[in-house]
């Protein structure tokens, strides 16, 4: 990603340090209780709240009571792939609409491929619904897909937009799919990480200044502005494999929209953790 500095006066104590998220990445209206100002700030990274897509609970609260009722995490995942399959009539598409023998046929596109196709490639067409999906529910702009997102008239916006208006076209509630996603994510954090509300998150990056740098500090010290989107390991030696550095953050928990073992058998891949963007202090280090 092309980089993008940002004057910044820094105070004397590095933890004191407040960057607002320049404008020119957010949009004003989003689906979340929190604004994209306030929910991609650095002081969000630091004091986080819980985060949640307006009405994603209320409609579904019946799913979530009996899961509180399984102690199995396997179990509860198996309810609520079940559950997506009945609500949304994954098995019977005639039942949403769809038309045997239609030009396009999208029946089999539902978040399980989605989240398949983010695994396969970011820059895809898949990651293309899920970074849209986070500008509509989060407010949160893309700033790289296959190609660096500065500007909306460019021709790498324009191919990434009909990437992503490719990938919902035809489908069933795709984004509404996506929420479920994200809400029972972090469901299933909380009875992970009853008392947490970061979680210790690494990346390997070749480049140490591949990111917009808002503010740099001593001893590897950054504040960058992450894509809207962002895979991330738990696996700090993983993370090695994929860089000649390591960044190093601290993400609040409520930004995690998928994690790998959150659906065990369905995702394959390395221990990747699906995280929601903004601006971040991190650490660059080595190995």
């Known amino acids: 990603m092309r980089q993008n500095r940002l004057d910044c006066r820094l105070p004397d104590n ?9 404008v020119h990445v957010q949009q004003r209206f989003n689906r979340c209780n929190l604004t994209a100002d306030v929910l991609g700030s650095l002081g969000y990274q630091k004091h986080p709240v819980p985060l949640e897509i307006v009405g994603s609970h209320e409609l579904h609260k019946r799913l ?3 899961l509180d009722e399984i ?5 509860r995942a198996e309810l609520f792939q079940d559950y997506m399959t009945v609500h949304f009539t994954l098995e019977r598409p005639e039942e949403a609409g769809y038309t045997p023998g239609s030009r396009f046929q999208r029946i089999k596109t539902d978040y399980r491929r989605i989240l398949r196709g983010w695994l396969f490639n970011p820059d895809g067409q898949e990651a293309a619904v899920i970074k849209g999906w986070v500008v509509s529910r989060f407010g949160l702009l893309p700033r790289w897909h296959d190609g660096v997102l500065d500007d909306c008239h460019s021709e790498a916006y324009a191919k990434y937009l009909q990437m992503q ?7 069933n509630a795709l984004e509404s799919q996506l929420d479920m996603v994200y809400a029972y994510c972090q469901y299933e954090l909380r009875r992970r990480f009853p008392s947490q509300v970061h ?9 140490v200044d591949q990111y917009e740098v808002l503010a740099k500090g001593k001893k590897g010290r950054r504040v960058v502005l992450l894509n809207n989107l962002s895979s991330f390991t738990e696996d700090r030696e993983r993370a090695d494999e994929f860089g000649d550095y390591i960044m190093e953050v601290e993400i609040p928990i409520y930004k995690v929209f998928c994690y790998n073992a959150l659906f065990p ?3 394959k ?9 903004g601006l971040a202090d991190v ?5």
């Open 269 to 277: 891949g390395e221990e990747e953790v699906m995280v929601v963007g």
């Open 14 to 22: 590095w933890d004191e340090l407040d960057v607002a998220l320049p």
């Open 165 to 171: 208006a490719n990938g919902l076209y035809n489908t």
């Open 64 to 66: 979530f009571a009996r």
């Open 283 to 287: 650490k660059i280090c080595t190995m």
């Open 71 to 75: 102690k199995g995490r396997k179990k």
């Open 265 to 267: 058998g369905l995702l």
């Open 199 to 207: 979680w210790m998150l690494y990346r390997g990056v070749n480049q």
